[in-house]
Protein backbone atom coordinates (compact mmCIF):
# COMPACT_ATOMS: atom_id res chain seq x y z
CA UNK A 1 0.00 0.00 0.00
CA UNK A 2 1.55 3.82 -1.03
CA UNK A 3 -0.73 5.41 2.10
CA UNK A 4 -1.19 8.98 1.49
CA UNK A 5 -0.01 10.26 -1.33
CA UNK A 6 0.29 14.04 -2.73
CA UNK A 7 1.72 15.80 -5.44
CA UNK A 8 3.40 17.70 -5.74
CA UNK A 9 6.30 18.08 -3.03
CA UNK A 10 6.66 22.43 -4.03
CA UNK A 11 5.36 24.34 -5.88
CA UNK A 12 5.69 28.21 -6.38
CA UNK A 13 2.76 30.20 -7.38
CA UNK A 14 2.04 34.35 -8.17
CA UNK A 15 -0.48 36.12 -6.46
CA UNK A 16 -3.44 35.65 -8.25
CA UNK A 17 -3.04 32.03 -9.69
CA UNK A 18 -4.86 28.90 -9.37
CA UNK A 19 -3.87 25.78 -8.94
CA UNK A 20 -4.88 22.24 -7.56
CA UNK A 21 -3.21 20.06 -4.65
CA UNK A 22 -3.22 16.55 -5.52
CA UNK A 23 -4.33 13.85 -2.77
CA UNK A 24 -4.88 10.11 -2.78
CA UNK A 25 -5.02 7.13 -0.43
CA UNK A 26 -5.60 3.33 -1.07
CA UNK A 27 -6.56 2.44 2.43
CA UNK A 28 -10.25 2.77 1.47
CA UNK A 29 -10.70 5.35 4.55
CA UNK A 30 -13.78 7.19 4.50
CA UNK A 31 -12.51 10.37 6.70
CA UNK A 32 -9.97 12.70 4.52
CA UNK A 33 -9.03 15.70 5.60
CA UNK A 34 -6.28 19.09 4.57
CA UNK A 35 -4.28 20.59 7.29
CA UNK A 36 -2.00 23.55 6.82
CA UNK A 37 1.37 23.94 9.14
CA UNK A 38 2.75 27.39 9.91
CA UNK A 39 5.50 28.44 12.16
CA UNK A 40 4.62 28.28 15.81
CA UNK A 41 0.88 27.34 14.51
CA UNK A 42 0.67 23.66 14.59
CA UNK A 43 -1.79 22.39 12.03
CA UNK A 44 -4.95 24.41 10.89
CA UNK A 45 -8.02 21.88 9.45
CA UNK A 46 -8.57 23.68 5.92
CA UNK A 47 -11.56 21.43 5.03
CA UNK A 48 -12.74 17.26 5.56
CA UNK A 49 -14.61 15.03 4.36
CA UNK A 50 -16.47 12.01 5.63
CA UNK A 51 -17.40 10.01 2.31
CA UNK A 52 -17.52 10.45 -1.59
CA UNK A 53 -19.84 13.74 -2.04
CA UNK A 54 -19.78 14.66 1.29
CA UNK A 55 -17.42 18.06 2.51
CA UNK A 56 -17.16 20.50 5.60
CA UNK A 57 -15.49 23.28 6.23
CA UNK A 58 -13.03 23.34 8.74
CA UNK A 59 -11.14 26.12 11.12
CA UNK A 60 -9.90 28.01 7.93
CA UNK A 61 -11.67 27.27 5.31
CA UNK A 62 -11.73 31.02 3.46
CA UNK A 63 -9.76 31.05 -0.17
CA UNK A 64 -9.81 26.95 -0.77
CA UNK A 65 -12.14 24.58 -2.15
CA UNK A 66 -12.45 20.80 -2.10
CA UNK A 67 -14.65 18.03 -3.59
CA UNK A 68 -15.15 13.85 -3.06
CA UNK A 69 -16.14 12.25 -6.16
CA UNK A 70 -14.14 9.40 -5.38
CA UNK A 71 -13.05 7.30 -1.84
CA UNK A 72 -9.42 7.52 -3.27
CA UNK A 73 -9.08 11.16 -3.80
CA UNK A 74 -9.64 14.83 -2.22
CA UNK A 75 -8.08 17.18 -3.86
CA UNK A 76 -7.51 20.99 -2.45
CA UNK A 77 -7.98 23.87 -4.69
CA UNK A 78 -6.59 27.41 -4.42
CA UNK A 79 -8.85 29.61 -6.62
CA UNK A 80 -6.85 32.65 -6.28
CA UNK A 81 -3.21 32.42 -4.87
CA UNK A 82 -1.99 35.09 -2.11
CA UNK A 83 0.91 35.63 -0.17
CA UNK A 84 -1.01 33.82 3.35
CA UNK A 85 -1.28 30.86 1.91
CA UNK A 86 2.15 30.07 1.50
CA UNK A 87 2.61 27.49 3.75
CA UNK A 88 2.87 23.71 4.24
CA UNK A 89 -0.18 21.76 3.55
CA UNK A 90 -0.93 17.75 4.89
CA UNK A 91 -3.79 15.58 3.73
CA UNK A 92 -4.64 13.10 6.27
CA UNK A 93 -7.22 10.27 5.92
CA UNK A 94 -8.25 7.70 8.58
CA UNK A 95 -11.12 4.87 9.21
CA UNK A 96 -14.34 6.33 10.73
CA UNK A 97 -14.99 3.12 12.68
CA UNK A 98 -11.59 3.37 14.46
CA UNK A 99 -10.58 5.96 16.82
CA UNK A 100 -9.44 8.33 13.99
CA UNK A 101 -6.11 8.03 13.77
CA UNK A 102 -4.86 9.90 11.20
CA UNK A 103 -2.01 8.74 8.39
CA UNK A 104 -0.55 11.76 6.68
CA UNK A 105 0.39 12.37 3.63
CA UNK A 106 3.94 14.20 3.05
CA UNK A 107 3.07 17.62 2.45
CA UNK A 108 3.46 20.21 -0.28
CA UNK A 109 5.02 23.33 0.48
CA UNK A 110 3.95 25.97 -1.18
CA UNK A 111 5.02 29.39 -1.94
CA UNK A 112 2.91 32.34 -3.06
CA UNK A 113 4.93 35.30 -4.19
CA UNK B 1 -8.50 28.26 17.43
CA UNK B 2 -6.18 25.63 18.35
CA UNK B 3 -7.72 23.05 20.60
CA UNK B 4 -4.52 21.96 22.13
CA UNK B 5 -1.40 24.00 23.45
CA UNK B 6 1.77 22.02 24.01
CA UNK B 7 4.36 22.83 26.83
CA UNK B 8 7.15 23.74 26.50
CA UNK B 9 7.46 24.87 23.02
CA UNK B 10 10.57 23.71 22.80
CA UNK B 11 12.71 20.86 24.83
CA UNK B 12 16.88 20.23 24.94
CA UNK B 13 17.74 16.91 26.70
CA UNK B 14 20.77 15.04 27.00
CA UNK B 15 20.75 11.23 25.72
CA UNK B 16 19.15 8.31 27.55
CA UNK B 17 17.49 11.09 29.71
CA UNK B 18 13.38 11.28 30.39
CA UNK B 19 11.37 13.65 28.43
CA UNK B 20 8.35 15.24 29.43
CA UNK B 21 5.66 16.82 27.75
CA UNK B 22 2.41 18.10 28.46
CA UNK B 23 -0.95 19.20 26.50
CA UNK B 24 -3.77 21.10 27.19
CA UNK B 25 -7.26 21.09 25.77
CA UNK B 26 -10.60 23.12 26.33
CA UNK B 27 -13.63 20.92 25.57
CA UNK B 28 -14.84 17.26 26.47
CA UNK B 29 -13.18 15.26 24.29
CA UNK B 30 -13.85 11.15 22.92
CA UNK B 31 -10.02 10.85 22.82
CA UNK B 32 -6.38 12.45 22.37
CA UNK B 33 -3.36 11.18 20.61
CA UNK B 34 0.10 12.56 20.15
CA UNK B 35 1.98 12.52 17.15
CA UNK B 36 5.73 12.83 15.95
CA UNK B 37 6.73 14.56 12.88
CA UNK B 38 10.24 15.04 11.77
CA UNK B 39 11.99 18.10 10.06
CA UNK B 40 9.95 18.07 6.18
CA UNK B 41 8.00 14.99 7.10
CA UNK B 42 4.13 14.32 7.69
CA UNK B 43 3.26 13.66 11.32
CA UNK B 44 3.60 10.05 12.49
CA UNK B 45 0.77 8.47 14.62
CA UNK B 46 2.26 7.55 18.15
CA UNK B 47 -0.04 6.50 20.83
CA UNK B 48 -3.89 7.29 21.61
CA UNK B 49 -5.61 7.55 24.63
CA UNK B 50 -9.28 7.69 25.43
CA UNK B 51 -11.51 10.24 27.77
CA UNK B 52 -11.95 6.63 29.81
CA UNK B 53 -8.19 5.90 30.40
CA UNK B 54 -6.37 7.41 32.39
CA UNK B 55 -2.30 6.16 31.69
CA UNK B 56 -1.58 4.21 28.61
CA UNK B 57 1.68 2.87 27.38
CA UNK B 58 3.60 1.69 24.25
CA UNK B 59 7.45 0.25 24.13
CA UNK B 60 8.99 3.70 25.50
CA UNK B 61 6.10 5.84 25.40
CA UNK B 62 3.85 6.76 28.66
CA UNK B 63 0.74 9.12 27.96
CA UNK B 64 -1.45 9.97 31.16
CA UNK B 65 -5.05 11.63 30.92
CA UNK B 66 -6.31 13.88 33.41
CA UNK B 67 -9.69 15.14 31.65
CA UNK B 68 -10.84 16.74 35.14
CA UNK B 69 -7.84 19.70 34.34
CA UNK B 70 -8.02 18.90 30.75
CA UNK B 71 -4.64 18.04 30.24
CA UNK B 72 -2.60 14.63 29.22
CA UNK B 73 1.51 14.37 29.45
CA UNK B 74 4.06 12.32 27.20
CA UNK B 75 6.61 10.57 28.54
CA UNK B 76 9.41 9.59 26.42
CA UNK B 77 12.10 7.54 28.72
CA UNK B 78 15.83 6.65 27.87
CA UNK B 79 15.72 9.10 25.18
CA UNK B 80 17.55 8.25 21.68
CA UNK B 81 19.03 10.82 18.94
CA UNK B 82 16.47 9.63 16.54
CA UNK B 83 13.63 10.97 18.86
CA UNK B 84 14.85 14.07 17.80
CA UNK B 85 11.49 16.21 16.11
CA UNK B 86 8.01 17.88 16.92
CA UNK B 87 5.66 16.41 19.07
CA UNK B 88 1.90 17.27 18.66
CA UNK B 89 -1.28 16.61 20.67
CA UNK B 90 -4.23 15.98 18.85
CA UNK B 91 -7.79 15.80 20.66
CA UNK B 92 -10.99 14.65 18.98
CA UNK B 93 -13.86 16.09 20.90
CA UNK B 94 -17.36 14.20 21.55
CA UNK B 95 -19.93 14.59 18.57
CA UNK B 96 -17.73 16.02 16.08
CA UNK B 97 -15.40 14.82 13.78
CA UNK B 98 -12.70 17.30 13.53
CA UNK B 99 -9.28 16.62 14.84
CA UNK B 100 -7.57 19.52 16.13
CA UNK B 101 -4.24 19.60 16.92
CA UNK B 102 -2.27 21.43 19.39
CA UNK B 103 1.10 24.20 18.61
CA UNK B 104 3.71 21.44 19.10
CA UNK B 105 7.07 21.70 21.17
CA UNK B 106 9.90 20.87 19.14
CA UNK B 107 12.49 17.99 21.42
CA UNK B 108 15.90 18.13 20.68
CA UNK B 109 18.21 15.22 21.42
CA UNK B 110 21.65 15.71 22.23
CA UNK B 111 24.48 12.72 21.86
Known amino acids: NAGVTQTPKFQVLKTGQSMTLQCAQDMNHEYMSWYRQDPGMGLRLIHYSVGAGITDQGEVPNGYNVSRSTTEDFPLRLLSAAPSQTSVYFC????????????FGPGTRLTVT | SQQGEEDPQALSIQEGENATMNCSYK?????LQWYRQNSGRGLVHLIL?????REKHSGRLRVTLDTSKKSSSLLITASRAADTASYFC???????????FGTGTRLTIIP
Open chain 2, 90 to 100: ATLPFGNEKLT
Open chain 2, 49 to 53: IRSNE
Open chain 1, 92 to 103: ASTNRQGTYEQY
Open chain 2, 27 to 31: TSINN
